[in-house]
């Protein structure tokens, strides 16, 4: 415990079970003295983020559907009686798509209506809760949201998941952009992948797992400590001078061109 973020309050969305990234990224700011609120997407979800939240010392746990404007606006309203309508920071670990369209040819399987679903879930409600959070963030805050490398490079079956991260990383600058002269810094960690509920609903998920562990530079997947050391060093005054970056938590494969050729002659 380094005390890094003591006296700071901040809200995790999108904690769905204890695979969760935004679980890994909750424990280790709690590790390091943060006091945390936790949302929660439908009931049977709920049952499962109140035990967890409690681990962490937290009995703040909302109801929060980002589909749903008047539901988010609730969240906020209830955040406000327990945190006196401030906020030092915000995680957003959420994304949805429909799993049959995670799957085939990106030309062929995406349909306008998925389209449009993943985006407002999947990128628009970064900006809707920074809308908000932002209002309560009188000392300066940081925002934190989840993306991947698909959002530049292909990625099989990432399909409209890649076309939803690279709006989500442009959103990143821009609202860095409008919220920086307010102090409040907006970043994105970029993880490798990892086995949680989202990732699985990926076809050929442990492929992708594999192919990373096999030709990363560290010849390894990513940890929930390691998403959540990252996320740490972005969220505390540790980072104070680092706003609109993407920051990438995959043991260096985005650098990678060619995979190893000993691996693919073996
Ligand atoms: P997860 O399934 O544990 O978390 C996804 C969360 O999104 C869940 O808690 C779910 O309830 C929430 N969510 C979905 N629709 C919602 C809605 N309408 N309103 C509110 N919440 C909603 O999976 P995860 O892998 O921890 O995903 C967290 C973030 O990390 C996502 O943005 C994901 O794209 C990103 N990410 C995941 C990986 C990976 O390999 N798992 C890699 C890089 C980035």
């Not at 949302?39 to 109801?63: E, F, H, N």
């Not at 008047?70 to 006196?84: G, I, K, Y």
């Amino acid at each position: 415990m380094t005390g890094l973020m003591a006296g700071k309050r901040g809200l995790i969305m999108g904690v769905a079970n204890d695979h969760s990234i935004g679980w890994g990224i909750a424990r280790t700011l709690h590790k390091h003295g943060a006091q945390l609120a936790f949302t929660y997407q439908g009931d049977a979800l709920g049952k499962r983020v109140a035990p967890l939240a409690a681990r962490l010392d937290s009995d703040i746990v909302l109801p929060c559907d980002v589909e749903n404007l008047a539901s988010v606006d609730a969240t906020f309203a209830a955040l406000d009686e327990r945190f006196d309508g401030t906020l030092d920071f915000v995680v957003h670990a959420i994304g949805f798509s429909d799993k049959a369209q995670l799957k085939g040819r990106y030309v062929d399987v995406t349909t306008r209506e998925n389209f449009s679903r993943t985006m407002t879930i999947s990128c628009f409600s970064f900006t809707e809760i920074a809308q908000r959070a932002a209002k309560r963030m009188r000392a300066g805050g940081s925002l934190l949201t989840l993306t991947y490398g698909g959002s530049t490079r292909v990625m099989p079956n990432y399909n409209v998941m890649g076309v939803a991260k690279a709006a989500l990383e442009a959103s990143v600058r821009y609202l860095a952009t409008d919220l920086g002269p307010d102090n409040i810094r907006v970043n994105a960690l970029s993880a490798g992948p990892m086995r949680t509920l989202a990732g699985a609903g990926i076809a050929d998920a442990r492929l992708m797992f594999n192919h990373q562990k096999a030709h990363a530079p560290l010849r390894r997947t990513v940890t929930l400590d390691d998403v959540g050391g990252s996320a740490l060093y972005l969220l505390s005054d540790l980072s104070c001078g680092v706003t609109g970056e993407i920051h990438f938590v995959d043991s260096g494969y985005n650098i990678i061109s060619m995979p190893r050729p000993d691996v693919l002659q073996a």
